[in-house]
């Protein structure tokens, strides 16, 4: 390979840094995978290291894959051992199973993903007597998993606990963990901490990964969280030959975990590092890269990089203040009509900051016909239909797995109802046992009407079956019998519609999964790993021609034209992030990672006017504030109602005659003869236009209109989250922000 021709010289730099630790600073677009993968085949083609001495570790199973397709073409000869290229996930997987029997879990341990997870917080929550109206599962599993990405255990929060509703918490959490322990059963979130609990406490497991891996390559390093930090640790316990990637600036994960210190940090943990910053950009235009740089510029935590690129200029950013929700959505179906008529075989990305706000534009995205594919919604493996096999091919190598086996008890429906399954459960914590078990009690004693012993005996018999076929059949077999025995699709079938059919065809395509797993020489637990580490981003489906998704999901993807709507203060940045300094500057990190999905144009939109949270009123939105640390000179603004430079605050020009408006609900412009324009506002802080406000109850919000003075001064302030309040300056109780 003559590097020095595929490779830039900073490129070049990072992949013949092999020796000792290295931190790559890789801006957005400036080819770190091209970096990793030309890293791991040098060091086998040019530094003689054997494959399988290397592990390269990244985050989702699509970039693990496009990782291993091209070390795979790029490697000249057939080599004895592969290097392993994988999510961190499936490589703490690949430990526990050699593994966890030191931590006293048998090696077929089932995965729960989030829909398991909260089925055992329900249970555990019923049995504990624990109002719903207090706090729900949901909430509870969210605890949970943060207590648990945070290396909090359930006395931790019991400890902590300020309020009834912690401490339910930590009971439920304590029950969880006994519920998932009894099933021989982890979560997403113990894949990790059972990992580096095994090397905590057996040294010498963590020595001989260590020894194994001699070099150790990590992606997107900024989004490691408190466990992945600890594990990489122990891999590299008797060498530093370690190699990180990542950028501060694309940190967006805090809130599930992910701590921006690690890659901070990086250099008090290896003092001797070399640091190499991927500064040329080869995705976006200059004029998007350069409003991109000028927003995140103003964040504090980072380490700095000025991104470059010798793509052209291209177009400017276009920015749109639509009247309202509807006529944003409009504007935004519009432009992307007009960019499927211009090439139709482009791809186009709507993102945004929530979820809720993809509603109004797939109403206009149907009212033009136009085929769009939402991504991280519902996954394949997380339809019901497929759940059910999935329960079924797990019950097949673990029946004591309860919560899997509750799912398939009565479905299809086998006369099996409520009043049995609470029985069945009584039983199991009567009798200290799983369900499984209570299950052949009940049949032994005969406790229940002999209709419904019947029914438990035939599916007692049938899951038996497929206990013995999953010793003897092949994972697309197994699933053929259980198909078949179930009657699974006789049920769809009775149904006749078109729904069902769908659900038909998605079982069918379980069923080739099944046999490619086969083909690819995978044991049903390993077919049944690989369903459960499934996550959003691999489903995604680079065809697709238009594609809506969050923000948070867009990360690592591209496409040639971006829309990011919804840019007012308290959607994006999110009220809850306003008043603190770190998640205001991951907000603006996160808008960072949405403008540089753009190769060629970018748009950007907001709505004065949006009704939302269940509030029936239209409420008043200002733009956000990011908006006003985009140059000027690269946006041009579209729509009747753009900005004029009539009146600003805080960088963004706002008319006075529109805001004028605001306060009288729109419609044409007409003379408000009690409203003058303030003056500015003074260094003291007055309450004045555009003054930014908190008030106890109502949250932040914008003083848009003042009548009379001194003690009868009244102020009409558009809440965030309540709308237009008025009130009297002097009792409201106001904290200017």
């Known amino acids: 390979m003559e590097l020095s021709k595929l490779l830039n010289p900073q490129q070049l730099e990072a992949v013949q840094a092999s020796e000792g630790p290295v931190l790559i600073l890789a801006g957005a677009g400036s080819g770190k995978t091209r970096v990793i993968t030309y890293r791991v085949a040098h060091l086998i083609e040019m530094r003689d290291v054997r494959p399988e001495h290397i592990l390269a570790v990244t985050f989702t199973n699509k970039a693990a894959d496009q990782m291993k397709f091209r070390v795979k073409n790029l490697l000249r000869a057939a080599r004895s051992g592969d290097p392993l290229i994988s999510t961190f996930h499936s490589l703490c997987v690949r430990i526990l199973r050699r593994e966890i029997e030191a931590l006293n879990y048998s090696r077929d341990f089932t995965i729960y993903d989030e829909a398991d997870q909260l089925q055992v917080v329900k249970a555990a929550s019923k049995d504990l007597k624990v109002d719903e109206r207090l706090i729900t599962p949901k909430t509870i599993l969210s605890r949970i998993s943060h207590a648990k990405n945070h290396g909090k255990t359930a006395q931790n929060l019991l400890d902590e606990s300020w309020e009834p509703s912690w401490e339910y918490t930590a009971n439920v959490f304590n029950e969880y963990e006994k519920r998932l322990r009894k099933s021989n059963a982890l979560d997403f979130d113990d894949l990790l901490i059972k990992a580096v609990e095994l090397f905590d406490k057996f040294p010498q497991a963590a020595e001989r990964y260590s020894t194994r891996f001699e070099y150790v390559m990590v992606d997107e390093y900024q989004d490691t969280n408190r466990m992945q930090y600890r594990l990489i640790r122990h891999l590299n316990r008797l060498h530093d030959n370690i190699c990180v990637v990542g950028d501060e600036d694309q940190s967006i994960y805090s809130w599930r975990g992910a701590d921006i210190q690690n890659i901070l940090s990086f250099e008090k943990d290896y003092p001797r590092v070399r640091i190499i910053k991927l500064e040329q950009n080869y995705r976006s235009t200059k004029t998007i890269l350069a409003a991109a740089g000028a927003v995140v510029a103003h964040n504090e935590m980072r380490k700095g990089k000025t991104l470059w690129t010798q793509n052209p200029s291209g177009e400017l950013i276009t920015y749109m203040e639509a009247a309202d929700a509807e006529e944003e959505a409009m504007y935004v179906a519009e432009r992307i009509l007009y960019h499927q008529k211009a090439d139709p075989a482009g791809r186009i990305a709507v993102l945004y900051r929530t979820n809720f706000l993809s509603r109004v534009l797939e109403e206009k995205l149907r009212r033009y016909n136009l085929k769009y594919k939402i991504v991280g919604g519902f996954s394949f493996y997380e339809r019901a239909e497929i759940k059910d096999m999935i329960s079924y091919l797990t019950v097949s190598l673990n029946p004591h797995d309860s919560v899997n086996l509750l799912r398939v008890l009565n479905t299809p429906p086998r006369g099996i109802g409520k009043t049995t399954i609470d029985m069945l459960e009584e039983l199991a914590v009567e009798r200290g046992t799983s369900i499984w078990g209570a299950i052949a009690i009940a049949i032994q004693e005969a406790r229940i009407a002999i209709r419904t012993i019947r029914s438990l005996e035939m599916f007692y018999k049938m899951v038996e079956e497929f206990v013995q076929s999953a010793e003897e059949l092949s994972n697309s077999a197994l699933l053929e019998r259980i198909i078949h025995s179930t009657k699974y699709l006789e049920m769809l079938q009775e149904e ?10 998605n079982i069918r395509e379980l069923l080739t999964a099944a046999e490619e797993s086969h083909e690819r020489g995978e044991k049903l637990r390993e077919f049944l790993d690989h369903a459960a580490l499934v996550s959003d981003q691999d489903a995604y489906d680079e065809r697709s021609p238009i594609s809506l998704m969050t923000l948070h999901t867009a990360k690592g993807l591209e496409f040639p034209v971006v829309l990011i709507m919804g840019l007012e203060d308290g959607l994006f940045p999110h009220s809850r992030s306003i008043m603190e300094a770190p998640q205001l500057e991951e907000e603006r990190r996160l808008f960072y990672v949405g403008m540089t999905r753009a190769e060629h144009k970018l748009y950007l939109s907001s709505a004065r006017y949006r009704r939302y949270f269940g509030n029936m009123d239209q409420q008043v939105s200002e733009p956000s504030r990011f908006l006003a640390e985009v140059p000027q000179e690269l946006v041009e603004e579209v729509g009747q109602r753009r900005r004029k430079p009539s009146m600003k605050f805080e960088g963004t020009s706002y ?28 260094a003291g802080g007055t309450w004045t236009l555009g003054t930014r406000v908190k008030h106890a109850k109502y949250g932040y919000g914008t003083i848009l209109r003042t009548e009379g003075s001194g003690d009868d001064l009244k102020l009409t302030v558009s809440f ?9 300056a002097r009792y409201a109780e106001l904290e200017i922000v």
Not at 496 to 505: A, D, F, H, P, Q
Not at 667 to 675: H, L, M, Q
Not at 722 to 728: A, E, P, S, T, V
Request: aromatic share 2%; charged share 35%.
């Open 720 to 728: 965030i989250n309540h709308g237009l309040k008025k009130m009297i």
């Open 496 to 505: 006749g519609t078109e729904e069902s059919e769908g659900r038909i065809e």
């Open 655 to 682: 008319d006075t005659v529109d805001a004028v408006m605001k306060i009288l609900g729109g419609g044409e412009k007409k003379s408000a003869p009690d409203f003058k324009p303030p003056p500015p506002r003074k």
